[in-house]
């Protein structure tokens, strides 16, 4: 079996033992203690010797997506001590694993990989520097809805999901229509919506203000669409706040 498949497939049994049909953690600390996260331990590890090259093109996205998620499930631990936001960022910033001889951080995958090395919300510089080697690894296809993937585990977090290389298009509209069905609100009779702060820290993935609202609004039900239809763009656009606190099922 390849070190991609066997991360998905321990990612897969994790969520299953331990998660609801939502994505939410049931026990993070039998999860903790379980054969499962053991086995996500392993997969991880068997990431250094990756051969990229066996890798498929159209599974890049879906791997990065896996890594990310499996990285945040194995060191669970770790963060559920991060008492403040700052903790939570240097979390994401530590350097968790080593895929192919390189070794990354979250902040490494999600933005220098998955973003296409932009800078993270508040910072002045992308994650890797031009030359840096790493930056070969970065999936072909851009996707915004990967910020809709990708599991950090708090109260505001997209659910824990698994990515499969041959259907990521058809996870990812899934996991993003999923979050934001339950994530937008929309309010005074269509006059307000409020938005998941992922459309405010990445606003340019996705076009500017105007272009995330559509974004959105696509994937919400007809009722909801309508009455912000009726208001003929006389529509106000807030932003939810993001609560990093862990969340359970």
Not at 12 to 38: I, K, N, P, W
């Amino acid at each position: 079996m390849s070190a991609e498949q066997d991360l998905q497939d321990a990612l897969a049994a994790v969520r299953a033992a331990h998660f609801d049909e939502q994505g939410a953690a049931r026990d993070y600390g039998a999860l903790c203690t379980s054969r499962e996260h053991a086995r996500v331990v392993g997969a991880v590890g068997g990431l250094a010797d990756l051969n990229f090259k066996q890798l498929r093109i159209a599974a890049q996205t879906a791997f990065w997506l896996n890594v990310f998620n499996s990285l945040v499930v194995r060191d669970i631990a770790e963060l559920a001590q991060s008492e403040t936001v700052k903790e939570v960022e240097a979390f994401f910033e530590r350097p968790r694993v080593r895929v192919a001889g390189f070794g990354y951080s979250l902040d490494d995958i999600e933005h220098g990989l998955l973003r296409g090395n932009v800078p993270k919300f508040g910072a002045k510089r992308p994650p890797m520097a031009r030359d840096d080697p790493r930056l070969a690894h970065t999936p072909l296809a851009y996707d915004e809805r990967m910020h809709f993937g990708l599991f950090s585990a708090g109260r505001s977090s997209p659910a824990l999901r698994v990515f499969d290389g041959g259907r990521v298009d058809q996870d990812l509209e899934d996991a993003t229509a999923d979050y934001l069905r339950g994530a937008v609100r929309v309010e005074q009779a269509g006059a307000l919506v409020i938005l998941p702060r992922q459309f405010y820290w990445y606003r340019e993935d996705f076009g500017g203000e105007q272009l995330a609202l559509g974004f959105a609004l696509a994937r919400l039900d007809d009722e909801s669409v309508d009455k912000v239809d009726a208001r003929r763009g006389k529509v106000k656009v807030r932003y939810a706040d993001f609560d990093w606190s862990l969340r359970y099922s």
